[in-house]
């Protein structure tokens, strides 16, 4: 967990010319901000690895303000900002990585303020909580089913370049179309999306195939198809077909992505064979993954593990492998106990997602990532981990999926023998 810092050099200057100049110091400081934009970063003196990162409100009716982001503390109580003198000037600082892309949201007389400590379920709902930093000019739009929300994105001094997520107008653009799919099996109905690459055609040498879970995030918060348009335009990986499965609302999402046979059913049964249908791609697994972020990685682990027949590589961007129904950590007790199979894994997991789950005593989502991946390594596995600086999070995942795209790339192309 960071430390909270509240020192920031530029607070303790306008509170110094507050004394001095009074109120002409606090409209200087306002003009300051709404030109650089928020939040504060500021160097630490002989400490290139972090910045101090301040977030700011402006408001005099109000009585709390929480800052609430992946890369901080879950425990509202210790993200308050605090009023300077009775200026209508509201703060908190934090001493952070440098090189952090993380997202955050600002909540105003946020009703679990004071709370020491929060439930799984109000975990889920702080998502929705509060709104994007009116002072800042990035924003990030996010979607899950039909529920949107719109954060606030910031880049420190060293955070990694994202290039690949930019759309570049001489970039050949792949084609994404909607449709809707009927599942007997779950008697639902839900969004899909496929990507097919510039100049598809539809015969000859069968495309590789990704299923991506958590359709709407890659379509929106983690901008898939731009991603894949700049990767296959600069040769990094070969063209393939992107499925994008849709949710319906949330609370179908964790119950069908939290290791759910009918749901395992409905991608076999009826996902594969109406792709098949509608595009031309592979049906060799060994050409085959199986995508998702957070619970979708959890799911696609799951979705291997049950059908090894139809997808022979998996793809985790941050998998939830802490769930369990009893025991800590249940799938990967499932690899253990299971045959090795001919599956491969691409794993990723934040340096910062270290916190335990609420209501459990487990293995924070990065540990349990780390298992996971020592248990595939011990029994034989293929498997490419990797970690990232941040935490749980849109700003990490949005360039951290291509290098996950690179290596699904790497499968796409194998031809099996």
């Known amino acids: 967990m ?3 810092q509240p020192s920031s050099p530029r ?3 306008l509170r110094r010319r507050l004394r001095t100049i009074g109120r002409a110091a606090l409209d200087t400081f306002w003009e300051e901000v709404q030109g650089q934009g928020t939040p504060l970063i500021e160097p630490v003196p002989d400490d290139d690895r972090h910045v101090l990162v301040t977030f700011l409100w402006r408001g005099l009716d109000v009585e709390t303000v929480v800052v609430i982001s992946p890369a901080l503390s879950l425990i509202p109580r210790e993200n308050r900002l605090q009023r300077l003198q009775n200026t209508d000037l509201w703060y908190k600082s934090y001493l952070l990585p440098s090189n952090l892309h993380f997202t955050y949201r600002l909540s105003v007389n946020d009703p679990l303020a004071s709370a020491p400590t929060l439930t799984r379920e109000q975990v889920g709902g702080r998502l929705l909580v509060g709104h994007a930093d009116l002072l800042n000019a990035h924003p990030i739009t996010t979607q899950t089913g039909t529920t949107t929300w719109t954060s606030s994105l910031a880049s420190l001094p060293k955070a990694p370049l994202y290039p690949w997520s930019a759309p570049e107008p001489a ?3 792949g084609s994404v179309e909607e449709f809707t799919l009927f599942s007997a099996r779950l008697n639902n109905e839900r969004r899909v999306w496929i990507y097919t690459p510039p100049q598809y055609v539809p015969n000859g040498e069968p495309y590789g195939l990704l299923v991506l879970f958590d359709g709407e995030a890659y ?8 991603i894949l348009d700049n990767l296959i335009a600069s040769g990094e990986i070969p063209p393939m077909v992107v499925v994008m499965v849709g949710c319906i609302d949330i609370g179908t999402r964790t119950r069908e992505l939290a290791c759910h046979d009918p749901f395992v059913e409905f991608v076999g049964d009826e996902l594969i064979p109406w792709v098949n249908q509608h595009v ?10 199986v995508g998702g972020i957070s619970l979708g990685g959890l799911a696609a682990a799951f979705v291997a593990l049950r059908r090894s027949d139809l997808f022979g590589g998996v793809l985790s961007q941050s998998g939830s492998f802490w769930w369990s129904p009893a025991d800590e950590e249940w799938l990967t007790r499932q690899y253990v106990r299971a045959p090795r199979l001919p599956v491969r894994f691409y794993l990723e997991a934040g340096l910062l997602e270290t916190r335990p789950v609420p209501g459990r005593d487990g293995a924070s989502l990065l540990v349990a990532n780390r298992h996971l991946r020592d248990v595939l390594e011990a029994k034989g596995y293929s498997v490419h981990y990797t970690e990232f600086v941040g935490g749980h999070d849109f700003a990490c995942w949005r360039g951290t999926l291509a290098e996950g795209l690179r290596v699904v790339g790497r499968w796409a192309n194998t031809k099996s023998g």
Do not use: W
């Open 11 to 13: 607070i303790g200057t």
């Open 280 to 289: 031309h791609v592979t049906r060799d697994p060994t050409r085959t993954v």
């Open 219 to 226: 379509r929106c918060g983690v901008p898939a198809a731009t």
């Open 2 to 4: 960071m430390q909270s």
């Open 171 to 173: 970039t050949p653009a």
